[in-house]
Structures are given as structure tokens and as C-alpha cells.
């Protein structure tokens, strides 16, 4: 007899997703549904508009990787209308990219995936002058250090609990028997949790400086970037790399030691071992370097044969809409791409907690399209960036991924994991903040002689133009596609990394990587499935980001919360 388990909302992420899955009697999952319940019509509202507005339009999309869509708009339309933009705007808008990874990772890993990791109570129980000890096992120089600290970040937590106001720890599952740390190693990422609230901040304060603000920037302009007087002065590029050595600190001295540690500590939980079963994966070419290199390189793996990566080729990638709340009679390519809604409902049926609405598994049951790449899932992310850049052989990749390793006695295998996906978006970190000072170095030296840093777009009404850009975004690979008529956007999609993801089935019945990577998986308490948690916030969600003007219409009905 199989039981239904709904999880919905699933927090700590971007948006509404909701995942439902049907166990068998042995707790173990056979069928599983991916579904967000919000619709967002940015690509509609773009229609009709002028190109020079789609940046600043489709940064909306989302909260949290928001220059990833303005820089993929703006260099979509410069793509299209043939624009080459000046070297000094190429290297400022990798320097963009770079804050902004820097910020989202160490946000996702600490505040949106940590508690996955981190059991808050177990680490009140906690030795602290032992703890200290423990975190000299995974950096020499930690940034839990001292018995002190770690004592004082204790008594702040207690003080919490004692009150009955857990806060942001509410709602967790406390002593689930798949939480692996010892109260010390709770203890120690507890505290790089608290810390990296401090740490965001000043990552943030780094868009800023080249950006104009954050989170949403307003510097990049189609033709490339403005208001350059003040963010190319000597102290502003000075302030710039204080706070890019402050954020770096934190992230080798507590986020590299925490992946470690993890590796250590988790190394036999099922959970963390699976959770990557469409082995397909894509990742295009970005962050400039000073020699007109990419610090990623682009390409495509399929069936995990690392050794066969091919080159991306952009008509190969289609949206199906066979289970989602649209209408479209077959895929379609980006370029021709349609956003028509076309919403179906719930079905009634018995679920572990009774009779309510659930997926319409069989039918419609997403506002996420599923992208296919030659007809097949791909995973996009940090974990696919790494494993093509590693079968392209770069060089930093391959020495970053084989230290890792190295360091953990893992095996190659290790990567197609749960902990695989969580490293590699560490791994990524680390090099992007310790290459991302190439750029700045090329940047320091090119203004020496040239200054320019924008050219003027120029629209001929009577022709037709089509263009897109594709751009590697915190969560993976993103794709822009416009068609530009009469001078103003005819057609826009925007094919986006959590679309890639968390897609539904397709029509031929081929699952997407959120869907796929819990089947198979045993769940220790299906009433409160913090392994399926885990696995889908290895992914790093955003709903927001994946259906791109919020509709609450019927959406009450579906709202329930696992407790
Ligand atoms: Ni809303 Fe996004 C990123 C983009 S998501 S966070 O990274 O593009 O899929
Ligand atoms: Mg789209």
C-alpha cells in the first residue's frame, strides 16, 4: 500500500515549490512531483516594449540572483542588435558576477540549506572548549575560534529557545536520526551561520560598489555600463577588494571546513550519498578573465560520461509544457517560445494526512515549462559547471575538485551526490573569488589607457533583429531569447536554471532532476521528511526565478504545511 507525502511550501527557499512524493511500505519513495504554485508573466509584459528596457524590467524576476537576469536581458538585446561592448564593461560586469556569487552561495548554504546539515539543539548540548579543538581539524586557522566565542554563540541560541522564540530555527526537525554532526560539529557551523549573516552583508556591499545598488543594480545599460566616475575612483576599487578579502576569509576558513567536515561526518547517510539521477549536464562559458579566457568553460555531459563533453548547441533546446499549466501543442524552441496560461487544478485524493488537493501527476500540475536539451534533462548548477569545466580539463577546476578529493578520501563518484552538488557550489566559490581577482587586476590595468567603458545601441525600426545570451547565474546555466520588430520586443523568453531543475515530467515521460533525484530514496519518518528536504535544497530553489506577477487565485486550497 503506497502512502502520498506533501510537502508544501517548501521554505527556506525563493518562492512557492511544493514537492509530493508516494512511498512504499517501506518508507521508500517510488514516485515523486515537482510543482511550483505561483505564475509570474514577466515574458508577457515584456512584449511591446523597448528593448533598452529589458534589463532593468527582467532583473525583477527574481530577488536573489538578480543581476544574473539583468546582465543575461542586457546582453541579449546587445547580442541581437550586434553590439560589441568595451573591455572595461566586460571586466565590470564579471566583477558583478563575481560579488553576486560570492553573496548567494554563502546566503545558500548557510541560511537556506545549513539547518538541512546543522541540528540547532543537539549543538546547545555542546562542549565548547572541545569544539574549538574539533574545528582545528578543518582549517588551521578557524573561524569558530576559541572556546569563548563559541560558548557566547551558545548562550545567544539558548537565550532563543529559553524564550520559546526559536525564530529562523523554528519549524525544523530537531533530532532527526539523519542529522550526522557531534553537538560539537552542530555547534561549529552554528556559529559560521550567525557569522555569515555579517558576511553577506559586506559581499552585498560589493555589488553595490560596481552596481549602484543591491539587490537590484542599475548600472548596466545596454551598451554596456554608466556611472563609472565613482566606482572606478582609486578608493572605491580599493574598498571594492578590502570587502572582496573580508567575504574570501569567511569562505575559506568556514565554508571550505564545513564541506569538509560534512564529507567527514556524512559520509554514510543515504541521503547525502544519492540524490543525482539525471546525469546530464550543461554549463556555458563565463566570468571573464585577463587574458580574454573564461574562468568556466561551456559544454554538455551526458549519461555522466565525463570523458564525452560536446559543445553546447543552442537549437537543440526546446520547452515542453506537456505537464505544466500552459498550452502548447508540441516543444518549442526559445525563440518561438509561447507563455499562454492554462491552469487545471487539484485532484482529491488520501494522503498521509488525510483526504486533500494533491498533483495532478497524470495531467498538469506545475507554472514550471520543462526545458530538454535534444529532448532530455540536463541539471544546471555549480555541480555541472565543475564537471564540465573538469572534463575540459581547466586546469583550476581539475586541481580544485581533485584537492577536495583528496582531502576527504572521496572517490570521482562522490561528485554525482547530494554532497557532490553542495561541494561543488563551495568549490565554485572559492575559485570565483580567488580568480575573480584577475579580472580586477585587468581591470586596474586596462583603465591605465582606455576609459571607455560604454558604446551607443542604435535600433533601425524598419529591421528585424533576434538574439539571446546565455550566462552562467548562481543556480546555472541561464538563457535570454528575444526577437526585436518595428523597434520594440516582439517575442521574449527567459529559460532559466531552476526551469531546467525542478520542471515537471515531459511528455515522453522523462522525469527532471528534482523528481528524479528522490526516487529510490528510504525515508526514516515520512512525517517529517528531512531527507527529500535536503536533496532539494542541494539544488538551491527559486520558484520565483523558474516561473517568472504572483497569482494567488486558487492557491489557498493548496497550502499546508508538514509540522
Ligand atoms: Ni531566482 Fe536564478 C539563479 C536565475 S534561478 S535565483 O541563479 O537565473 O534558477
Ligand atoms: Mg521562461
Redesign the pocket.
Known amino acids: 500500500m503506497s502512502k502520498r507525502v506533501v510537502i508544501d511550501p517548501i521554505t527556506r527557499i525563493?518562492g512557492h515549490l511544493r514537492i509530493e512524493v508516494e512511498v512504499d511500505e517501506n518508507n521508500v519513495i517510488s514516485k515523486a512531483w515537482s510543482s511550483s504554485t505561483l505564475w509570474r508573466g514577466i515574458e508577457v509584459i515584456l512584449k511591446g516594449r523597448t528593448p533598452m528596457d529589458v534589463g532593468l524590467i527582467v532583473q525583477r524576476?527574481?530577488g536573489?540572483?538578480t543581476y544574473?537576469?539583468y546582465r543575461c536581458g542586457t546582453e541579449a538585446v546587445e547580442n541581437a542588435l550586434g553590439i560589441q561592448i568595451p573591455l572595461n564593461a566586460r571586466y565590470l560586469r564579471s566583477l558583478m558576477q563575481t560579488s553576486l556569487y560570492m553573496h548567494?552561495h554563502i546566503v545558500h548554504f548557510y541560511h537556506l540549506h545549513g539547518l538541512d546539515w546543522v541540528d540547532v539543539v543537539s549543538a546547545l548540548s555542546a562542549d565548547p572548549a572541545k569544539a574549538a579543538q574539533v574545528a582545528l581539524q578543518y582549517t588551521d586557522k578557524p573561524i569558530a575560534a576559541g572556546e569563548g566565542d563559541l560558548r557566547a554563540v551558545q548562550e545567544r541560541v539558548k537565550g532563543f529557545v529559553e524564550t520559546g522564540k526559536l525564530g529562523p530555527f523554528a519549524n525544523a526537525y530537531w533530532g532527526n536520526g539523519t542529522y550526522k554532526f557531534t553537538p560539537e560539529q552542530n555547534l561549529i557551523a552554528l556559529s559560521h551561520y550567525l557569522k555569515a549573516l555579517e558576511v553577506q552583508r559586506v559581499a552585498a556591499e560589493m555589488l553595490a560598489i560596481f552596481g549602484g545598488k543591491y539587490p537590484h543594480p542599475q548600472s548596466v545599460v545596454v551598451g554596456g555600463v554608466t556611472s563609472v566616475r565613482d566606482m572606478l575612483s582609486p578608493a572605491r576599487l580599493q574598498e571594492w577588494k578590502q570587502k572582496h578579502a573580508t567575504v574570501t576569509d569567511f569562505i575559506l576558513r568556514a565554508y571550505q571546513a564545513d564541506i569538509v567536515m560534512a564529507a567527514e561526518a556524512f559520509g554514510t547517510e543515504p541521503s547525502v550519498l544519492g540524490g543525482v539521477n539525471v546525469k546530464n549536464f550543461m554549463a556555458t562559458d563565463d566570468f571573464v578573465l585577463a587574458n580574454g579566457e573564461y574562468m568556466f568553460n561551456q559544454g554538455v555531459i551526458m549519461n555522466g560520461d565525463l570523458a564525452g563533453v560536446s559543445d553546447i548547441n543552442p537549437d537543440l533546446i526546446a520547452e515542453d509544457v506537456s505537464h505544466a499549466w500552459y498550452s502548447a501543442d508540441a516543444p518549442q524552441h526559445p525563440y518561438d517560445g509561447t507563455t499562454i496560461p492554462n491552469y487545471t487544478g487539484f485532484v482529491e485524493r488520501d494522503t498521509v494526512y488525510g483526504k486533500l488537493p494533491t498533483l495532478d501527476g497524470d495531467g498538469k500540475y506545475s507554472w514550471v515549462k520543462s526545458p530538454r536539451y535534444q529532448g532530455e534533462p540536463v541539471e544546471v548548477g555549480p555541480l555541472a559547471c565543475l564537471l564540465v569545466s573538469y572534463a575540459r580539463g581547466n586546469k583550476v577546476v581539475v586541481d580544485s575538485v581533485n584537492a577536495l578529493l583528496a582531502r576527504t578520501g572521496l572517490p570521482v563518484a562522490a561528485l554525482f551526490t547530494t554532497l557532490g552538488r553542495t561541494a561543488a557550489r563551495m568549490l565554485q566559490t572559492v575559485i570565483v573569488a580567488q580568480e575573480g581577482l584577475k579580472t580586477f587586476d585587468a581591470l586596474l590595468t586596462n583603465i591605465q589607457s582606455d576609459e571607455s567603458t560604454y558604446v551607443k545601441p542604435n535600433i533601425d525600426p524598419s529591421k528585424e533583429y533576434i538574439g539571446h545570451a546565455m550566462i552562467e547565474?548562481?543556480?546555472?546555466m541561464?538563457s535570454h531569447w528575444i526577437r526585436i520588430k518595428n523597434g520594440v520586443i516582439e517575442n521574449y523568453q527567459a529559460v532559466?536554471?531552476?526551469?531546467w531543475n525542478a520542471g515537471p515530467v515531459d511528455a515522453n515521460g522523462k522525469m527532471g532532476p528534482y523528481e528524479a533525484s528522490l526516487i529510490g530514496l528510504k525515508l526514516e519518518d515520512p512525517t517529517k521528511p528531512l531527507e527529500v528536504i535536503r536533496i532539494i535544497h542541494s539544488f538551491d530553489p527559486?520558484m520565483?526565478?523558474?516561473v517568472h506577477v504572483m497569482d494567488f487565485k486558487g492557491q489557498a486550497l493548496s497550502e499546508f504545511r508538514v509540522s
Open positions: 525563493e524576476i527574481c536573489v540572483c544574473s537576469h548567494d547565474a548562481p543556480r546555472g541561464l532559466v536554471p531552476t526551469t527559486c520565483a526565478c523558474s
